[in-house]
């Protein structure tokens, strides 16, 4: 590829979708105006386990307005399909507190809120089920007593989107039916490892239940189409998925439900078909559409955060710096319903450096909390906060600087990766040489010990990486009668990926970017595409977008050959039209796009419209890595945290819209920072959410982000489209890890949990 | 083709459409509930020429519920497009009666209608130009005299759907500028052919304003997109084409306007973009939805029916029943808006036989009378009352049977067409002869002369033809995730084309039929298509699908290929599934097409979607010829009409769904029924419309109709998918004929003006 060449690619756009969402003039789910519209809001459970009694409904059936209240019993055909869809209204057992019990349907949002308020829920308590490890006991009692999850349901719930692979090798251990679900990963012998090991370092850590924290709650419109289907409106991630969920847990054919996904106000792994299949039952047996849209606190109790998480980390290493072995333990929550991200923590706990020996346990653990759902780069925060913690250590041991050490066992192209496979060609070891030679760093190392008084300044570093989703996808390119190229795609719009398909289409034809559109589609038309998550969008629809613009320029090019009697071998697509090469900017040897969209359309028009296609499925990955630089001051006197400087360096591959790589990557380290020192879902000694807003739920605010610098590092990957690779999960991974080792640079201690809340760095602290 | 081979093409199947509609179910735009929305009345002129002084709308502004009151001074940006769009209010002038002056918005249709009433307009009356004839006269007054049509404009109507092409070389003669357009047809020498002619016979042929008669009438729903943009729901037959009117007449680009095509209540040519701009503008306007839904009376007086004419047809023949000379002059009205369909009938009077010479003169006048559409087979069913009336008076004279006759001249494939190009393989030879041997004509050449008393009983015969239409057209052919197979269009389903289009799949595929689904797509994201008329759907978009299937079956072959280890040419798609030829039916031979659409789709899935995908261009017209019989009672005491049998046959290359075809051809019959006997629009010495309900505008009812026998006679189009030809307008053609035909063989009476109501017969009886 000839970098300069490029016209389009690799120049920062600003993305499509902005305008329409910087006026305010972008319409989400929540504003779609249908005539006869009902407004739905859940009752949720108050206890976190308990048998359903029963549910009085007299008082809030009374108030003007209501039109119904649905329960479980008024939803018999809805529960097939994902488990946690199954139960979107609780049927015997009630399974976390917030869990919805009851659906009001009303003719406004008054209306149903205040009928909301007085139903009446009759619960039997049983035991509550919080505690990870005492849960996986034998002894336990069970999150789950009175209703068992089939091993199907929980075998489908594993395959959900970041749900990971499914256990490699079972580990033989005596363990209650709260364990869901088990992971093994296991090369060479650690016990070897360990002896050939000059130094061992090992950490318990601790990670908390954290939320998407997307500025729209999950939302969804569903109508009925009157002929037992159901359209859905939604805030979605994925057409195709949701329309999936909805038909399974509905019983429907695929073809009876319609999806249409609206502008999402972010997702982040967290919008994959959430509520549509209880709002979609509500107006199936309403008759009427129905809106459903969680407020903030229905949204921190009910929808599907990522779960909390115990890693056990142990890892040796020769003194001359060289890792032998790793040995983890991780146990992750995963609430009422199985879909933790054990599976992919277990795969990143060893995914950045070449462990020679390695044993890694994974467990998932069932309580009485909500079920997780995805979030950005699902188990690599954890896993990388606990590893990153422990090669600190190691290199504190050894008395080597910690990018030097990591430098010396991150893996190359062929080495193989924790599942045996090898490595393709990734640029973890530039992204820390970049680091390694960047002014933070160089300061760091050239410090004296000055670092005293009760503010303490520290860096850290931190690396992460992330194999990158595959998910084949179709798209299409049309040169529309208008004149304009048409790209249509089944994915949906988020972080400004149809911004990305445009620059591709444009440089791939050759035309202008402003003459280039791209559309969605609905899931009863839409060309194939999976869930914008995963960070594969524009590695696998990027690359179908491409093959379809390739495919409409040869269609181009065959027809302008005709029109201008060249050979399309002798012309050239530029701008807004098609040109003789090495000619005079003449009419006799050009044609334009336009020209050529009115000779196929029209009444009588003589030539086929220009349709291209492409198809594709990526079959290999294409990691993304990353490696960071946290400076931070701590207050010795309080335990609060200031973020100073941040370094975010990334191996993207090819920064196709630099603007939106930046953005990407921006975003995630404040989301990052989130994890590091902010965020929390706190639950209670019975199981109720106690952060059931934002003022107790600390999103990271705006004055708490330092500027963050932006290192692209691009080793081109060989199958995404002008090298890309995903860039939307990597960047999230390592800031807990490098806050955490700048904390520990700074202060000398080493923080056991994230989030690193002042309370518990200045208990740490004043423990000494 | 073998036919024997096809499992689905050729058997009858029942409209995919049709449950919906038959229960109730099907939504139109009408029914389109969206919230905030307006409805529009329009406030209709009462005089057919004036100057348009004022608008009071004082006291109609008070009724509550009314929102605005719009007239062309609101609407400034609306004034590009076609001319009648660009007059969607009427300006300073006003031309017919009917026009829409105002538009009232209101929160409910009765406020509006109340509105409505009380609008007042002042006008400053103009002459009302209505005679033809007399507005050819250089000295006319204009139908149109204080604002000009420019050039670009009546040029741009000439080249609306049905409106046929430009004059090919203009007539000397001196005319009134009410004559919009000619148009001359010559070959050969007539003065020499009339010459050479035994006989002569000709006559003068008047025919009515004919309405489409559709059920649905005109309805439009607009919704702003908030950016300035518009989405439209409308009943109409081309997506493509109402976009780019409505943009050109807001002056918006077409990515600005968003079409999406609701279930057509009928069409029949009438429904390309007439009230969409209004609505649209409306909305823009108003900042909320408009729907727009015409009265039956505001249909009736505000659509655009096709219009009046006179054919002066003269033919000339030898003794041995050859045609040597046809000449004609004809005169189409085109009310206050040139899109007559002067050149499809000029083709029309000429095309049928082979006329060695011919002379055809065809002039467009304007009067104050309502501007005309297409309707089915524009400007045939004129042209064959004429010409077959003439041919029968010929055989008469002849004394040849009038089927021989016609088969003595009837052209064959290389024989020149009216316009000098050479005519393909067409079948009109091959329904006259079918008819010749029909029960019918039988009995018709062995009666005696027992024809007498008060009630009289004929059996007359008529021709028609249809180029039939030709645009480009794409189509993609989906195996969907659910493992249907989805083929999506940019066409409309009128007529039940999408089911066809479901077997041309069916059937390329190799799939079971009810696998398949055909959805279509909206003006953003469809794959092009023309509009559903022209009789050319099934010929351009179905040989796009059937290259779609083609395209995805190879797809499909390649993977079933390689998860059996098979070559794909080894394999059979059947039914649900892909087998190895001449294997038993086991798993290991076969594998379902859920299967493989499991295999291209979800995350990891390793194989890329199938993804089909067809276009062309038809450059070959398909013609498709007809032959009817009608057998009639006549009332010599009141000149009523009975109809006692008909028979239909008609050259459709292949019938695909013959119920499909069936029913067009006996719905065209019903609709030929009413132009011969029934219909007519009919204004007063004022221009006012004085058949403004189905009260006054006669369409023919169920009693009216006799048994209509379909012959089907396949004669395969070589570029037609399986053979096909279009079916839609040539049965509607001779119909008219045929009846006139049969009246005469009874009566011995020639009608002279169509429709033959009883008072024009009786009176022709009477004078004996």
Redesign the interface.
């Known amino acids: 590829m000839v970098v300069s060449d490029q016209r389009v690619i690799g120049r920062p756009m600003p993305r499509a979708d902005a305008p329409?969402k910087l006026n305010g003039?972008e319409?989400f789910a929540g504003d779609l105006?249908?005539?006869?519209?009902l407004h739905a809001r859940p009752v949720l459970s108050t206890h976190a386990h308990a048998r359903l009694v029963g549910v009085q409904s007299e008082a809030a059936r009374a108030v003007p307005g209501v039109v119904t209240i649905l329960t479980a019993a008024d939803l018999p055909f809805a529960q097939g399909g994902p488990p946690r869809a199954a139960e979107s209204l609780a049927r015997e057992e009630i399974v976390y507190a917030g869990q919805p019990v009851a659906l009001v349907l009303a003719e406004s949002e008054g209306a149903a809120a205040e009928a909301a308020a007085l139903v009446e829920v009759q619960y039997e308590d049983l035991p509550v089920v919080l505690d990870l490890v005492a849960a996986m006991d034998p002894g336990s009692p069970l999150a789950r007593s009175l209703t068992k999850m089939g091993e199907d349901a929980a075998e489908a719930a594993m395959?959900g989107?970041g749900g990971g692979g499914a256990a490699e090798e079972a580990p033989q251990e005596k363990l209650s039916a709260n364990v869901s679900g088990q992971t093994h990963l296991e090369m060479g012998d650690v016990a070897t490892g360990f002896a050939a090991a000059d130094v061992v370092a090992e950490g318990t850590y601790d990670t908390a239940w954290v939320h998407q924290g997307y500025i729209e709650t999950q939302t969804c419109v569903a109508a009925p189409d009157?002929?037992g289907g159901v359209t859905i409106h939604a805030s979605t991630q994925g057409l195709?998925r949701t329309r999936?969920v909805v038909?399974q847990t509905l019983g429907l054919?695929?073809?009876q439900v319609r999806v249409v996904a609206m502008p999402v106000g972010g997702g982040f792994g967290g919008k994959f078909g959430l509520i549509e299949p209880l709002t979609a039952a509500a107006a199936l047996v309403a008759r009427r559409p129905v809106r459903l849209g969680f407020t903030r606190g229905e949204d921190l109790l009910a929808a599907n955060p990522t779960p909390a998480g115990r890693l056990e980390v142990k890892i040796g290493a020769r003194r001359d710096g060289k890792v032998t072995a790793i040995q983890a333990r991780l146990i992750f929550d995963t609430g009422a319903y199985p879909n933790s991200p054990m599976a992919g923590a277990a795969f990143a706990v060893a995914g950045c450096y070449h462990f020679p020996n390695l044993d890694i346990k994974g467990f998932e653990v069932m309580t009485n909390r909500l079920g997780p759902g995805a979030y950005r780069a699902p188990g690599n925060p954890q896993a990388s906060f606990a590893v990153e913690s422990v090669m600190d250590d190691l290199a504190g041991r050894l008395e080597l600087d910690p990018i030097a050490f990591r430098l010396l066992n991150v893996p190359s192209e062929g080495d193989p990766r924790p599942d045996g496979k090898a490595w393709p060609i990734i640029g973890l070891k530039d992204c820390l040489e970049r680091l390694s030679v960047h002014p933070l760093w160089q300061r760091r190392a050239a410090r004296g010990a000055t670092n005293g008084g009760r503010f303490r300044e520290g860096i850290g570093v931190g690396v992460g990486g992330w194999r990158g989703?595959?998910?084949?996808?179709?798209a299409?390119c049309?040169v529309?009668?208008?004149g304009?190229v048409?790209v249509?795609v089944g994915a949906v719009d988020l972080s400004g990926t149809f911004t990305t398909f445009r620059m591709i289409a444009a440089e791939t034809l050759g035309v202008d970017y402003e003459l280039v559109?791209v559309?969605?589609?609905d899931s009863?038309?839409a060309?194939?595409s999976?869930?914008s998550g995963?960070s594969k969008i524009v590695y696998t629809v990027g690359q179908a977008v491409q093959r379809a613009a390739t495919d409409a320029r040869e269609q181009i090019l065959e027809l302008a050959g005709q029109i201008l009697e060249a050979a399309p071998q002798d012309l050239e697509i530029a701008g807004d039209r098609v040109r003789v090469k090495g000619m005079p900017a003449e009419s006799d040897y050009e044609v334009t796009i336009a020209k050529i969209a009115s000779l196929?359309?029209?009444?009588?028009?003589?030539?086929?419209?220009?349709?291209g296609?492409g198809?594709?499925?990526q079959?290999a990955n294409a990691p993304g890595f990353s490696a960071h630089l946290a400076r931070v001051r701590v207050d010795l006197d309080t335990g609060e945290v200031t973020l100073l400087d941040y370094v975010a360096s990334q191996d993207v591959g090819r920064a196709l819209n630099p603007a939106a790589v930046e953005g990407q990557i921006i975003g995630a380290v404040v989301q990052g920072i989130g994890w590091g020192l902010y965020e929390q879902l706190v639950h209670d000694e019975n199981g109720q959410v106690v952060t059931g807003s934002l003022m107790d739920y600390a999103l990271p605010r705006a004055e708490v982000v330092p500027h963050v610098e932006t290192v692209l590092v691009e080793v081109p990957s060989p199958d995404g489209p002008f090298g890309a690779r995903g860039v939307g999960e990597p960047p999230v991974i390592p800031v807990a890890a490098a806050i955490a080792n700048a904390i520990h640079d700074a202060t000398g201690v080493r923080p056991g949990a994230i989030p690193i809340t002042p309370e518990r760095l200045w208990k740490q602290i004043a423990a000494g």
Chains 1, 2 share one sequence.
Not at 601 to 610: D, E, R
Request: aromatic share 4%; charged share 10%; no cysteine.
């Open positions: 329409a003039q319409r105006a249908l005539a006869g519209l395959h989107v009157g002929m195709f999936q038909a054919a695929q073809e989703g595959l998910e084949p996808a179709a299409l049309h529309d009668p208008s304009i048409n249509v559109r559309v969605g589609s009863t038309n060309p194939y999976g869930g995963g196929t359309s029209g009444f009588g028009a003589k030539h086929a419209p220009i349709a296609r198809t594709g499925a079959t």
